[in-house]
């Protein structure tokens, strides 16, 4: 079984830089896609960015640039950097993992299978 338990939410200033974590477990070496996502009340999630385990980085447009995804395989543990925040980035962010055979575009929340329970992340004027 996968689980995935994020933490570093918190509060930051319009233009300051936060950093979330999120414990992967039970992927071994297999090749999963790891992702975070984002929402706010009232919306949609939102693809923020995500890697494949053996592969390559995508980011959503809104967040080149700004934000940036790596991983840890032995501490097993996926990072999202964030800099120069907006309040528009305020949200809950949750990391998500699909395994090998999944399918469907790594932006699509609905064909991800674990999920974690979230971080909130504010951002204030």
């Known amino acids: 079984q996968v689980y995935l338990v994020e933490s570093g939410g918190g509060s930051v200033q319009a233009g300051g830089s936060l950093r979330i974590s999120c414990s992967v477990s039970?992927?071994?070496?297999?090749?999963?896609?790891l992702a975070w996502f984002r929402q706010s009340p009232g919306t949609q999630r939102e693809a923020v960015g995500g890697?494949?385990?053996?592969?390559?980085?995508y980011y959503t447009d809104s967040v080149k640039g700004r934000f940036t995804i790596s991983r840890d395989s032995e501490k097993n543990t996926l990072y999202l950097q964030m800099a120069d925040l907006k309040p528009e980035d305020t949200a809950t962010y949750y990391c998500?993992?699909?395994?090998?055979?999944?399918?469907?575009?790594?932006?699509?929340?609905?064909?991800?299978?674990?999920w974690g329970q979230g971080t909130q992340v504010t951002v204030s004027s």
């Open positions: 890697l494949y385990t053996h592969g390559p980085t």
């Open positions: 039970g992927i071994g070496d297999r090749s999963f896609f």
């Open positions: 998500a993992a699909k395994g090998p055979g999944a399918g469907g575009f790594w932006h699509d929340w609905t064909t991800y299978r674990y």
